[in-house]
C-alpha cells in the first residue's frame, strides 16, 4: 500500500494543459495560495478559505506552466498565510517528510515539496519569501530555486511581503527544474557563456553550520570550487548575518501586516500558537522604524551585486543542519529558526536567484548546499547546475 505523505489539501483536482509544449507528459502542484480557475485557496487557515471566493482565472505563473503541456493535478498544504519555515500546520496537518517521518518537512511550501520528494508529481510550484521554498527542498533532499525578485510574475497569488516575495519551484531533477524556469521566465536557454570565473565562499554562512553539516558538504564545496579560475572566502556580512537577518524580519513584519492586518482585526482568525505570536508581533512594527532597515537593505544589494557581478557564484549552506524533529519547541528551535533566516536572508535581502542542491546526507537525512548568482543569471545558474553538478549528486 503506498504512503499517503498527506501533501494535499486538494488530491482531486485536475486541470490539462491548455496546449503543448516543452513541459508535455510533467504532472505539478502548486502550493494552496495559487488562484486556480473556480477553486477557492485555504492560505493554510480555514477562515481565509471561508471569507473568500473561488478565483476567476489562473495565476499568470500557473497558466504559463498549462500553456506548454504540463498537468495540474493538486493543491498542497502551506503554513497559515505563510508566516513559518516549519510546515507544520495546526489546522490541516502536517505533510509527511519523506526522507524521515520524524521530522519536519519545512515551510512554508511544506506540500509542494513533499509532493516532488515523495514522487507524486515531477515539480511543484511554492513561494519564497524568507526561505519557503529552499528550506523543505533542503529537509526533503530535493532541487529548489528561488528566482531574482520580480522576475515571475506574482499576480494571483496571495501575498506575504511583496519586497520579498518570488515564485519558486521544487524538483527531483535539474533539466526538469530548467525547464519549468525558462517557461516561467518566458526566455530561451542559452548554452553559450555558461562558466562562472569567480567562486565565493560565505565564510561567515558556514560558521552558522553545525559541525556534522560542514563535514558532511566540504568535500562538494571544495569541488565546486574546482569549477572557477579564481576562489575567495569572504564574509558576506561585514554588520553580521544577524543584523541583516533583524532588518529582513521587520522590513517584512510591516508589509506583512499592511497586507493582512485589517483582515485579521475584521475576521479574528484561529491560528496556531506560533503563527498567532508572529502576527501579534508584526502588528507592533511601525513604518517609521523601517527607516534605517530600507536603508541596509539598498546597500546590501549594491553591495552583494557588485560581489557576484555576471561572473560569481556564492556558495552557502542551505540550512544549519538536517531536519528537526517535530513538534518541537522552547530555545533550541528558536535558535535553529535564527540561524536558518540569517542564511535564507541573504538572497532575500540582496533579491538574488539561489537554488538548493541535495547534495548528500548525514545519517540517511538530507542537507542541501546553495549556489546564489547574481541579479537575472537564473537560467544561466541553473543551466551550470544542471551541466557540471547534476552527475556528481546523482
Known amino acids: 500500500m503506498k504512503m499517503d505523505y498527506h501533501a494535499f489539501v486538494n488530491k482531486d483536482l485536475n486541470v490539462k494543459p491548455t496546449s503543448s509544449g516543452r513541459l508535455d507528459g510533467l504532472t505539478f502542484a502548486v502550493k494552496d495560495i495559487f488562484d486556480i480557475k473556480n477553486h477557492t485557496c485555504t492560505a493554510g487557515n480555514p477562515d481565509w478559505l471561508r471569507t473568500h471566493d473561488p478565483a476567476e482565472e489562473y495565476a499568470p505563473a500557473v ?7 504540463a498537468k495540474l493535478v493538486g493543491t498542497t498544504i502551506t503554513d497559515e498565510l505563510m508566516y513559518s519555515l516549519n510546515g507544520e500546520n495546526y489546522h ?18 511544506s506540500g509542494s515539496a513533499v509532493a516532488v520528494s515523495a514522487e507524486i508529481v515531477d ?6 519569501t524568507g526561505g519557503s521554498v529552499r528550506i523543505p527542498a533542503a529537509y526533503c533532499g530535493i532541487y529548489g530555486y528561488r528566482p531574482t525578485h520580480g522576475l515571475i ?3 494571483g497569488v496571495v501575498p506575504l511581503a511583496q519586497s520579498f516575495d518570488t515564485v519558486g519551484v521544487l524538483s527531483r531533477e535539474t533539466n526538469v527544474l530548467l525547464k519549468v ?3 516561467l521566465i518566458e526566455k530561451e536557454l542559452n548554452e553559450t557563456g555558461l562558466k562562472f570565473k569567480r567562486i565565493i565562499i560565505g565564510e561567515d554562512t ?23 579560475n579564481q576562489i575567495f572566502h569572504y564574509k558576506i556580512a561585514k554588520e553580521g548575518l544577524l543584523t541583516w537577518s533583524t532588518a529582513f524580519r521587520t522590513l517584512q513584519g510591516i508589509e506583512i501586516w499592511k497586507n493582512h492586518g485589517e483582515w485579521i482585526k475584521k ?30 537593505r539598498g546597500d546590501i544589494q549594491k553591495r552583494m551585486t557588485e560581489l557576484l557581478a555576471d561572473d560569481g557564484l556564492l556558495v552557502i549552506p542551505t540550512v544549519p543542519g538536517v531536519a528537526p524533529l517535530c513538534q518541537q519547541s522552547g530555545d533550541a528551535i528558536e535558535k535553529r529558526r535564527s540561524q536558518t533566516m540569517q542564511l535564507s536572508g541573504i538572497a532575500g535581502m540582496a533579491g538574488l536567484p539561489q537554488i538548493t542542491i541535495p547534495v548528500t546526507e548525514i545519517n540517511g537525512v538530507p542537507i542541501g548546499l546553495s549556489i546564489i548568482a547574481g541579479p537575472h543569471e537564473d537560467l544561466r545558474l541553473l543551466q551550470w547546475v544542471n551541466k557540471h553538478l547534476k552527475q556528481r549528486i546523482n
Open 63 to 69: 497558466a504559463r506552466l498549462l500553456n506548454k503541456g
Open 92 to 109: 490541516y496537518g502536517t505533510p509527511v517528510n519523506p526522507k524521515d517521518s520524524k521530522r519536519i518537512p519545512g515551510g512554508s511550501s
Open 123 to 128: 515539480f511543484a510550484l511554492g513561494t519564497d
Open 153 to 155: 510574475p506574482l499576480e
Open 181 to 183: 524556469a525558462s517557461t
Open 206 to 228: 558556514f560558521s552558522l553550520a553545525d559541525k556534522e553539516s560542514n563535514e558532511a558538504l566540504s568535500p562538494f564545496v571544495s569541488w565546486i570550487e574546482s569549477f572557477g
Open 267 to 296: 475576521v479574528k482568525p484561529t491560528f496556531g500558537p506560533d503563527i498567532n505570536d508572529r502576527f501579534q508581533w508584526a502588528s507592533t512594527l511601525k513604518e517609521l522604524d523601517s527607516k534605517p532597515y530600507k536603508e541596509l
